[in-house]
């Protein structure tokens, strides 16, 4: 069993940054990829970046060149530094691992941004 807990969210300016924290009860070596994903209030979860147990990463094209992606095996932290910020990003941020064939989810972390 894995649990995460999401962290760092909060209200920011149109142009500001945040950086939200997602801390494994246990260690994240052995996890396949962990992501990040967002939910808008009407909307869909959607995919925001994932990062691979190699270190790989991918992003949404909504995102690619203002966000960043990052994972911290030492500290079992996942990490997602967000910069330029758009009302658009406001939303619920999950963060998400996939362990041997299981997927988890965290309880999310609201982001808003104002215009």
């Known amino acids: 069993q894995v649990q995460l807990v999401e962290s760092g969210g909060g209200l920011v300016q149109t142009g500001g940054s945040l950086r939200l924290s997602c801390a494994a009860s246990g260690s994240i070596f052995g996890m396949n990829a962990m992501d990040w994903y967002r939910q808008a209030p009407g909307k869909q979860r959607e995919f925001i970046a994932r990062i691979s147990g190699g270190g790989s990463t991918n992003y949404a094209d909504s995102v690619k060149g203002r966000f960043t992606i990052s994972r911290d095996n030492a500290k079992n932290t996942m990490y997602l530094r967000m910069n330029s910020l758009k009302p658009e990003d406001t939303g619920v941020y999950y963060c998400?691992?996939?362990?041997?064939?299981?997927?988890?989810w965290g309880q999310g972390t609201q982001v808003t941004v104002s215009s």
């Open positions: 998400g691992a996939l362990k041997v064939g299981s997927y988890y």
